[in-house]
C-alpha cells in the first residue's frame, strides 16, 4: 500500500475495502532488533491510515489454521464493506513477513 509520504508498505495480506489487515511474525525475520523496529515502525504506519491490525504467529498459521481463519472472518464480518478476497503481499509468498 502506498503511504502519504510516497513510501511503500507490502503487507501480508490485506481486505482494503474493510479497512483490515493482517500480518504473519516468524522468529526469523525478527532475530536482530533493527528488524523488529522497522517492523512496528511500518505497522504503525499503517494504522495511522485508519487500519485495523490483525496479528498472527508463524505458528498461528501451520499449527491453528482453523483458528485463525475463524478470526479473521470474525473481523471481516465486523468490518463494513463488500465482501472481497485478500491481496496477499510478497511477505505471505516467501513464507514470511515483508
Not at 61 to 78: D, K, N, S, Y
Not at 80 to 90: H, Q
Amino acid at each position: 500500500m502506498e503511504l502519504p509520504n510516497g513510501g511503500i508498505v507490502w503487507l501480508d495480506s490485506a481486505y482494503p475495502d474493510k479497512l483490515l489487515f493482517l500480518e504473519t511474525c516468524g522468529w526469523g525475520p525478527h532475530r536482530n532488533r533493527r528488524a523488529f523496529v522497522r517492523d512496528h515502525r511500518r505497522e504503525n504506519q499503517v494504522v495511522l491510515l485508519s487500519r485495523k491490525p490483525l496479528g498472527f504467529t508463524w505458528d498461528d498459521v501451520t499449527l491453528r489454521p482453523e483458528e485463525m481463519a475463524a478470526e479473521v472472518e470474525a473481523a471481516r464480518a465486523a468490518a463494513r464493506g463488500p465482501e472481497v478476497r485478500p491481496r496477499i503481499g510478497a511477505g505471505a509468498r516467501r513464507g514470511g513477513r515483508a
